[in-house]
């Protein structure tokens, strides 16, 4: 069965980094484009970035570029999005997602993320 595991999440302050995952499972990981949501409290689940099967990004929130970088290592089923320069903004629930025969979608449990001093 398909499986979507997010880890990396936690506790950081306002301007420094870290660096979420997500493994992959019960599927062809490196065929399959992957994306990255964020669901701030008391918001909606929105898109972060999408990285196809080859390695290309599309940030769709203009306002986290230069700060966002998504990358993927096919070998180890795994995708990754690093954050840099944390905001307060940053906060949320991250998740994994694809997408499978075309229109079936997919979701990992998601790996929290706070930004506070």
Not at 8 to 25: E, H, K, Y
Not at 26 to 44: C, H, I, L, N, V
Not at 45 to 62: E, H, M, N, W
Request: hydrophobic share 30%; aromatic share 12%.
């Amino acid at each position: 069965q398909v499986q979507l595991v997010e880890s990396g999440g936690g506790l950081v302050q306002p301007g420094g980094s870290l660096r979420v995952s997500c493994t992959a499972s019960g599927f062809t990981f490196s065929t399959s484009p992957m994306s990255w949501y964020r669901q701030a409290p008391g918001k909606e689940r929105r898109l972060v970035a999408s990285i196809t099967t080859t390695g290309y990004i599309k940030d769709y929130v203009d306002a986290e570029k230069g700060r966002f970088t998504t990358t993927r290592d096919n070998t180890y089923n795994t995708v990754y999005q690093q954050i840099n320069h944390k905001k307060p903004d940053d906060t949320g629930v991250y998740f994994c997602h694809t997408v499978q025969d075309w229109h079936i979608a997919f979701w990992g449990q998601g790996t929290q993320v706070t930004v506070s001093s």
